[in-house]
């Protein structure tokens, strides 16, 4: 049975390449956006634009987590005393994720610094990040708090039994079983955040995709967004691999438990 | 808009090397009336109509208020002249919108011609054709008056500034082959970007050509200022061109209607009438 797989595998494969490499375009195709030559003069600058977007990714990340963490467990807050605070939540997550990220971006990168505000920072590259951490914090919350709403009942109501307050409970029993639930949706939610940043570029900066756009404007050649293309499958493909692995990882630690 | 006249010598001067210009061209240009000029012999996008197009907004001076069928602006008015000078009336002329740097990409295109300030240059020749220059002009720097950068005078002066253009721009590559800055040159996607950016303070200066600044700096943005003019690289200034499909048959009608709206002061009489430039304004030195 590998054998056929392997075999079909290898015709199927074989016929497409040469589908594509025979067909007429092929070399007009190649030229535009596989060529060596551009390919070279064009990877210094993505490269270095890339590494931008890395930095802005992790850095984002970072944030998103911990802010989405405390809009979540604000969320789950029970009490009518933390009707406010629960509220406000609420309004946060519904409004932050029906704007279009695109929008924050152009309204926090070049707006809030026109109004001329002392103290408040001016740099392109701050507000975008800070836009892209308002926004993915908003669904990242909605993703924490599925989370902690999937830990059984019984886990809050044993906490409470044990007398420890709702932030105690949170923090020691929900919110830990919480993350091991939802990293699957975690890890996918930054997959997507390490292509977002590519967007602050309309406020100038100059990162992985700008500069592919740079090439192409000056040269009308393609290869430099095939370049930064590469690139991002770089980081996102293990991401994805990682994903996986550990889903695998969850599933067999809980049928040991269960046995 | 107050009348701002160009003053005699720089007048002379652009038509001189407008001339020039055209007399450089030995094979393409044919005579304004050689065969196969008339409105119903020109291969067009669609029959019997003149498509020109232009950007998304068209700024002023170029396009007054947005509306080029209304021929007001140097560009709207060039266009409509070049239409006439063809055989065409003004009600045969229609207009489409483009993004600056799609329509130069290589490919086939929806308009006979586009003109939004594309200067000529041989990367963009390549891919695309162009018609003798209507206009030359430099490029020039624009910042805050009270910004330190309005103090330069050479372009050394500029290195430890962050100047800004817009992508796929002569402007842009004016920074980034001639001035080199230190830090690399923030990149916007329309000229609304780089001012909105200006205006954030999140670059010093920017560099437009000099119609284009002196309209900023008189209207839309009258805190800023006209640093300087930047002297041009090898002594070329920009021509401005208008754009058309590479290999188009139209080119050689244009050129011949153009050379006809030269020689008889046309294109002088509408540069006077919607460029300004007035006043004496430093050069940036290389």
């Not at chain 2, 909105?196 to 009258?222: C, K, N």
């Not at chain 2, 002088?268 to 430093?282: F, P, V």
């Amino acid at each position: 049975m590998v054998l056929i797989s392997t075999l079909s595998t290898v015709v199927f494969v074989g016929v497409a390449i040469w589908g594509v490499l025979a067909s007429e375009t092929w070399p007009r195709v190649r030229e535009q956006f596989f060529s060596a030559r551009h390919f070279q003069e064009v990877w210094p600058a993505v490269l270095s634009g890339f590494w931008l977007d890395v930095r802005m990714f992790v850095v984002a990340e970072v944030l998103i987590l911990a802010a989405a963490l405390i809009v979540a467990a604000a969320r789950s807050l029970r009490g009518p005393v933390f009707f406010p605070i629960r509220a406000l939540a609420v309004v946060y997550v519904d409004l932050v994720r029906g704007i279009p990220l695109l929008l924050m971006i152009l309204v926090l990168g070049f707006g809030v610094p026109a109004l001329d505000i002392p103290g408040v920072p001016r740099s392109a590259l701050f507000w975008g990040v800070t836009a892209l951490v308002i926004s993915y914090t908003a669904y990242t919350a909605e993703i924490y708090r599925a989370g902690i709403e999937s830990v059984h009942e019984s886990q809050r109501m044993s906490a409470q039994s044990l007398g420890l307050t709702q932030v105690q409970a949170l923090r020691h029993v929900l919110v830990p079983q919480a993350i091991r639930n939802v990293v699957p949706a975690l890890l996918s939610s930054f997959v997507s955040l390490q292509k977002d940043v590519a967007l602050v570029f309309v406020l100038g900066v100059r990162e992985g995709v700008r500069e592919a756009q740079i090439y192409n404007a000056r040269t009308f050649n393609y290869t430099g967004y095939i370049a930064a293309t590469l690139l991002f499958l770089l980081v996102s493909i293990p991401v994805a691999r990682f994903t996986d692995w550990y889903g695998q990882r969850v599933r067999r630690r809980r049928q040991a438990m269960s046995a | 808009m107050r009348k701002i006249r160009l003053s005699g010598g720089v007048g002379f001067a652009v038509m001189a090397l407008v001339i020039a210009a055209c007399g450089g061209d030995t094979a393409d240009t044919t005579t304004a009336d050689g065969a196969g000029c008339g409105v119903d012999e020109l291969e067009l996008v669609q029959p019997g109509v003149l498509t020109v197009a232009t950007g998304e907004p068209a700024f002023p001076p170029w396009v007054i208020d947005d509306d080029p069928t209304n021929q007001e602006g140097f560009e709207a008015a060039v266009a409509y002249a070049v239409a006439t000078q063809l055989g065409f009336t003004p009600e045969q002329v229609t207009w489409i919108r483009t993004g600056f740097d799609e329509a130069v990409a290589p490919g086939p295109k929806d308009f006979d011609f586009n003109l939004q300030q594309y200067s000529i240059t041989d990367e963009r020749d390549e891919v695309v054709d162009f018609s003798v220059p209507y206009y030359i002009t430099d490029q020039a720097l624009v910042a805050f008056a009270d910004s330190p950068v309005a103090a330069a005078n050479t372009v050394a002066d500029l290195k430890g500034f962050t100047l800004g253009a817009q992508i796929g721009t002569t402007s842009l590559d004016y920074i980034e082959e001639v001035i080199q800055p230190d830090t690399a040159p923030p990149v916007y996607d329309t000229n609304s970007d780089a001012k909105s950016a200006l205006d954030a303070g999140q670059v010093d200066a920017l560099v437009f050509d000099l119609p284009t600044a002196f309209f900023i700096t008189a209207v839309e943005m009258p805190d800023t200022t006209i640093v300087g003019v930047l002297e041009a690289s090898e002594g070329q200034a920009d021509r401005f061109g208008l754009l058309f499909a590479d290999g188009n048959s139209l080119v050689e009608c244009v050129n011949g209607a153009l050379e006809a709206l030269e020689a008889d002061g046309t294109l002088d009489a509408l540069a006077e009438e919607w460029l300004a430039s007035e006043g004496e304004i430093k050069t940036i030195t290389r």
